[in-house]
């Protein structure tokens, strides 16, 4: 697709074709923020600006079809890699424990034992690589669907909340600052749950440097919003006044690449190519 900008990305050993979607992601119109944004008027919408305006989101439709498409081909890709690298693994294990015996019983070196070894493990590291950029992939499949979307909608007041069936939005009038009040939301989270709070994504990553998303003072925590801690995490936001937007997973009934984002929408920025 010539959309696509590709990159060899190593997996498991292996050279595996990665759609990088940046093209894509910056091509998209950039909406403008709820403080950037002015109302249209009646009049406007049936003129020019109202053209261009649905132009615009057509643009913004075709664009992140054309993206989500791409990911979920290179999920798939992944899926298939995944499960030659399990097989390897079972086998590789198989091997090790076949030698683990013959090691004991003293009929081939400790050398021999400790290379099975080795390879049982790097079988592993390489199915635990897969199983990350599987994990990726889903989150840059929800990245990308919530931008699509957030194009498309209308800027929220401040305080202003929003339900949407594949999105949940809170322009919370509090500033978010992702180095001082990250820890209280921790705070809040261990005393409710008992738990780390799960986050997935802190601050800029590699994955919104390749989407071209500035994530720099966001926070992204790993938990479906209809759990109990989806819900008790967007509960407590709302009460501190903190805003966040709410994405469901990446394929529908599941929780892979669902997650609360903290802080404003991330911008789109240039890329790294």
């Known amino acids: 697709m010539g959309y696509l900008l590709p990159r060899l990305m190593a997996v498991g050993g292996r050279a595996v074709m990665l759609p990088i979607l940046v093209a894509s992601l910056v091509l998209l119109p950039q909406a403008p923020s709820s403080a950037q944004r002015l109302p249209v008027s009646p009049q406007s919408v049936g003129g020019s600006q109202g053209r261009g305006a649905g132009q615009a989101s057509a643009a913004v439709g075709?664009?992140?079809?054309?993206?989500?498409?791409?990911?979920?081909?290179?999920r798939q890709s992944l899926e298939r890699l995944l499960a030659l690298q399990e097989q390897a693994l079972a086998s590789a294990a198989d091997r090790?424990?076949?030698?683990?015996?013959?090691y004991e019983r003293g009929l081939i070196s400790r050398r021999e034992f400790e290379e099975s070894e080795r390879a049982a493990?790097?079988?592993?590291?390489?199915?635990?690589?897969?199983?990350r950029a599987i994990e990726a992939a889903d989150h840059a499949t929800v990245e990308a669907r919530t931008a699509g979307t957030l194009a498309t909608l209308s800027p929220l007041p401040p305080g202003g909340y929003q339900r949407t069936a594949a999105l949940i939005r809170y322009n919370g009038p509090v500033r978010w600052s992702l180095r001082t009040d990250t820890r209280r939301l921790q705070q809040f989270f261990v005393a409710r749950f008992g738990r780390p709070l799960p986050v997935s994504a802190f601050g800029q990553t590699p994955l919104h440097d390749r989407m071209g998303f500035d994530h720099h003072d966001a926070l992204d925590v790993a938990v479906h919003p209809d759990s109990p801690e989806g819900r008790a995490l967007m509960d407590y936001l709302r009460s501190a006044g903190i805003p966040f937007i709410a994405a469901w997973g990446a394929v529908p009934g599941s929780t892979s690449g669902a997650h609360i984002h903290v802080g404003q929408p991330s911008p789109r920025v240039a890329a790294h190519k």
């Open 96 to 102: 090790r424990e076949q030698r683990r015996d013959l």
């Open 121 to 131: 493990a790097a079988a592993r590291q390489s199915v635990e690589e897969t199983r």
């Open 62 to 74: 075709k664009q992140t079809a054309e993206l989500l498409a791409a990911l979920k081909e290179y």
